[in-house]
C-alpha cells in the first residue's frame, strides 16, 4: 500500500467580498500518490484555483483555510511561516498561467533560478551555475546557457512558461501544483508544455496537481480527475473510467457541451442556466438549481459520496438515473 | 452561380513595430488574404496569435484601414465607400468583440444602448422602438427585465448575448465574431454557439467566425480557412479540411488540439518550435522552419494557394505529390 503525499480533509477556504463571508471550497477531500497526475477540473468560480493556493498557503487574512492538509502524513495547515517555507517552493512547488507576472522582469533568467537554487540547495555559486544550464536545457529552452542571461520580456509565451518550470523544478519538488498553465497559449504551444510536464513529472518521479477548465488537457494527460463546481468536488475518478462512464450530472452536462463527434451545425446539449455567483449559497447539491435530473431532495441537503467502482465516487443521487454520455 | 455577399481579394495589411533590440521593422499581419463569403454561410477563420485572424477582422470592416487588396460587399466596393454608402456598409456588416466589458458602456442600460443602435441608424419610428426592443431580447433569449438594467448585472454569457442583440438591432446581413466565446464557460459555450447557429437560420445570416478553438470552428462553420502568418494556408468545406487535412500546419493544429480521448496521452507533441518572428520572414514557406516535411524548395521559394479536389485549396508544395493525411 502506498502512502499518499499529499491528503486533504475537509478543506474550506472563505474570502471575504461585500461584507459577506462567502466559501470558495466548500469542504473538499482529496489524496494524490507519489508519482500520480492529478486534474482538478472546473468552470470560473468553481473553487480549483483556491484549492491550489489553499495548499500552498497563499491565502492571506481576511481570508481564512479550514480543515486538514497533510504532507507526507504531517499536518501543514496554518503552520508557521518558518516551517512552511521549508515545504513551500522546496518539497512543493508552483506554476501559473501567466509567468510575466510570476517572473521578475528586472531580473534575468539565470538569476531567477540561481536565486532559488541558492534558497532551496546547498549547491556552491558554481554548481548553481551549472545547475541553472541543466535546468534550462532539461525544459527544452534551446541553447540554454546562452538563454541564461536573458530576461523574461525577451522570450515568447511558451519559453517563458518553459522558464517558470525550471525555476520550480530548482529545489527538486515531489509535487508541482499547476494552476491553468496553459491557458494563454497557443495549441500547438500548450501540447508542447503538457508533454513536457507529462515528461517531467515520469523522469523525476514527481507528482502534479493540474488544474484546468479543459476537460481535452484533463484526458490527455492526467491519471485521476476531480470535477468541481460551487466550491465542492462533484465527482472523483480514474480518467479513463470518468470520459466513459460519467457519474455525475454535471460531469455529464460538461462533457455534451463540448463539440467533439457531434453532427457538425447541430445544436448542442448545453446546460441551462449560469454558474453561481460568489456568496449564492444552495442548501442541496450546487448543481441542482441548472441540473435536469434534479429532484425535490436534490434541493434540501448535501449529498453524500457514492462508490460508483473501486476508485469513482460521486456526490449525486441521480447517478443511477443518469444516461450514458452520447 | 451566384456572387457572393462578401468577397475579399488580396488583403494585405502592415505595421510598424520596434523589436526588442530597439530595431524598427514592419511587421506584415496580412499578406495578400483572399475569401469569399456567401449569405446565410459560416466561414471559420482559424489561427493561432500571430496568424493575422483579427487584423482580419478589423481590416474588412475598415475599423483599421487595410493597405491593400480589394473588399466587396454585395458588389460595390468596400475601400471606395464614403458618407452615407460607407453608413449603411457598417450597419450592414456588424462585428461582435470577445471582450463585451470593453465594448459596452457600462452606464448604459441594455435599452438604452439598444435604442441607440436603433436611432442611429433610423431604422424604426419612435413609437416602434420600445417593441423592436422587446424582439431583439427575445432574439436572443434574455428576459424582458434585461432590458433596464446594466452590463455589469450580466454574467458573461448572458453579456454576450446583449452583444449579438446590439448588433442585430441594426438589421445586419453579416455578423463578423472575433473569438465571441473564447473567454466564456463551457457549458456557456454551448449556449452562445446554439444561439448563433439559430439565428444564422432564422436571419440568414452570414456569419465570418474567428477563433482559435478548432472544435467549435468545425462544429460551426460550413467552411473554414486556416491561417499562419498572415496567410490563409488551407481552406474549404470544414467537414472535409478537419476529416482530412493536406497542409501539414492544419495537421499539426489538429493534432495538437486535447480531445476527450485519454488514449491520446502517450503521442509525441505535435508540432516544434514556435512562430518565427514576424517580422523578418524567411523567403519561400512561412512555415518551413517548423515542417515535419520540409523540402529545399520550401525554403527559397513561397508556395502558392492551388486548387484541390473541387472545393478546397492548400498553400503547400508537398500537395502536388501527396493526398491528405487520414487522421
Not at chain 1, 14 to 36: K, L, M, Y
Not at chain 2, 153 to 162: A, H, K, L, P
Not at chain 2, 222 to 241: D, F, K, N, Q, S
Request: aromatic share 4%.
Amino acid at each position: 500500500m502506498t502512502e499518499n503525499l499529499l491528503e486533504v480533509h475537509g478543506l474550506r477556504t472563505e474570502f471575504h467580498s461585500g461584507g459577506r463571508r462567502f466559501a470558495a471550497v466548500d469542504g473538499i477531500d482529496f489524496a494524490v500518490r507519489p508519482g500520480e497526475i492529478l486534474g482538478i477540473v472546473g468552470e470560473s468560480g468553481s473553487g480549483k484555483s483556491a484549492t491550489l493556493r489553499s495548499i500552498l498557503g497563499l491565502i492571506k487574512p481576511p481570508g481564512r483555510v479550514e480543515g486538514q492538509i497533510l504532507w507526507r502524513g504531517q499536518d501543514i495547515q496554518g503552520l508557521a511561516p518558518a516551517a512552511l517555507r521549508r515545504i513551500r517552493g522546496a518539497e512543493i512547488a508552483m506554476i501559473f498561467q501567466d509567468p510575466t507576472s510570476a517572473l521578475n522582469p528586472v531580473l534575468t533568467i539565470g538569476q531567477q533560478i540561481r536565486e532559488s537554487l541558492a534558497a532551496h540547495t546547498d549547491l556552491s555559486a558554481t554548481e548553481r551555475q551549472r545547475r541553472a544550464i541543466e535546468l534550462l536545457d532539461l525544459v527544452g529552452i534551446p541553447a540554454a546557457a546562452r538563454r541564461l542571461d536573458d530576461y523574461p520580456y525577451q522570450f515568447s509565451g511558451g519559453i517563458r512558461q518553459r522558464a517558470m518550470i525550471a525555476i520550480a523544478l530548482a529545489a527538486k519538488p515531489a509535487l508541482l501544483l499547476a494552476d491553468e498553465p496553459t491557458t494563454a497559449l497557443d495549441v500547438t504551444i500548450q501540447d508542447q508544455i503538457i508533454k513536457l510536464i507529462l515528461r517531467l513529472a515520469a523522469e523525476l518521479r514527481m507528482s502534479v496537481i493540474l488544474v484546468t477548465h479543459d476537460l481535452g488537457v484533463v484526458a490527455e494527460s492526467c491519471d485521476r480527475v476531480a470535477v468541481m463546481y460551487a466550491g465542492r468536488i462533484m465527482e472523483t475518478a480514474p480518467v479513463a473510467s470518468l470520459f466513459q462512464t460519467p457519474r455525475h450530472a454535471y460531469t455529464l452536462g460538461l462533457l455534451q457541451s463540448i463539440p467533439q463527434g457531434r453532427a457538425p451545425r447541430t445544436p448542442l446539449p448545453s446546460i441551462p442556466g449560469v454558474p453561481p455567483r460568489p456568496g449564492d449559497v444552495t442548501k442541496g447539491c450546487g448543481f441542482a438549481p441548472r441540473c435536469s435530473f434534479a429532484e425535490p431532495e436534490c434541493r434540501s441537503g448535501r449529498p453524500e459520496a457514492r462508490r460508483m467502482a473501486p476508485h469513482h465516487l460521486t456526490w449525486c443521487r441521480r447517478a443511477d438515473a443518469l444516461p450514458e454520455p452520447a | 452561380m451566384s456572387t457572393a455577399l462578401l468577397q475579399v481579394e488580396g488583403l494585405t495589411k502592415g505595421f510598424a513595430v520596434r523589436s526588442s533590440n530597439g530595431r524598427t521593422g514592419r511587421l506584415q499581419a496580412l499578406r495578400g488574404v483572399s475569401f469569399t463569403l456567401d449569405r446565410g454561410e459560416t466561414l471559420g477563420i482559424v489561427g493561432e496569435s500571430g496568424s493575422g485572424k483579427s487584423t482580419l477582422a478589423r481590416s474588412v470592416l475598415r475599423l483599421i484601414e487595410p493597405d491593400g487588396g480589394t473588399i466587396r460587399f454585395d458588389g460595390t466596393d468596400v475601400r471606395a465607400l464614403s458618407g452615407r454608402a460607407r453608413a449603411d456598409f457598417n450597419r450592414r456588416a456588424q462585428m461582435v468583440f470577445q471582450d463585451l466589458y470593453s465594448s459596452l458602456n457600462p452606464r448604459m442600460t441594455v435599452r438604452a444602448a439598444l435604442a441607440e443602435a436603433i436611432g442611429v441608424h433610423r431604422l424604426r419610428p419612435r413609437a416602434a422602438v420600445a417593441d423592436r426592443i422587446a424582439e431583439l431580447l427575445d432574439l436572443v433569449r434574455l428576459p424582458q427585465q434585461a432590458a433596464d438594467r446594466y452590463p455589469r448585472d450580466f454574467s458573461g454569457g448572458q453579456r454576450q448575448r446583449i452583444g449579438i442583440a446590439r448588433a442585430l438591432a441594426v438589421e445586419p446581413d453579416c455578423l463578423i465574431a472575433d473569438e465571441i466565446v473564447s473567454a466564456l464557460d463551457v457549458s456557456i459555450q454551448a449556449q452562445i454557439i446554439n444561439l448563433l447557429l439559430e439565428l444564422q437560420d432564422r436571419l440568414g445570416l452570414a456569419i465570418l467566425f474567428i477563433s482559435h478553438d478548432l472544435r467549435i470552428v468545425r462544429h460551426i462553420s460550413h467552411r473554414v480557412a486556416v491561417m499562419y502568418l498572415g496567410e490563409i494556408v488551407e481552406t474549404g468545406p470544414a467537414e472535409a479540411v478537419f476529416a482530412a487535412p493536406y497542409h501539414p500546419y492544419t495537421q499539426a493544429l489538429l493534432a495538437a488540439a486535447p480531445t476527450l480521448d485519454p488514449q491520446r496521452r502517450g503521442r509525441q507533441e505535435a508540432l516544434r518550435g514556435e512562430l518565427p518572428s514576424p517580422i523578418d520572414l524567411a523567403p519561400g514557406c512561412s512555415f518551413s522552419g517548423r515542417c515535419p516535411h520540409v523540402m529545399e524548395r520550401c525554403r527559397t521559394m513561397p508556395p502558392m494557394l492551388i486548387p484541390q479536389e473541387s472545393t478546397r485549396s492548400v498553400r503547400c508544395h508537398l500537395t502536388e505529390h501527396s493526398s491528405p493525411a487520414e487522421l
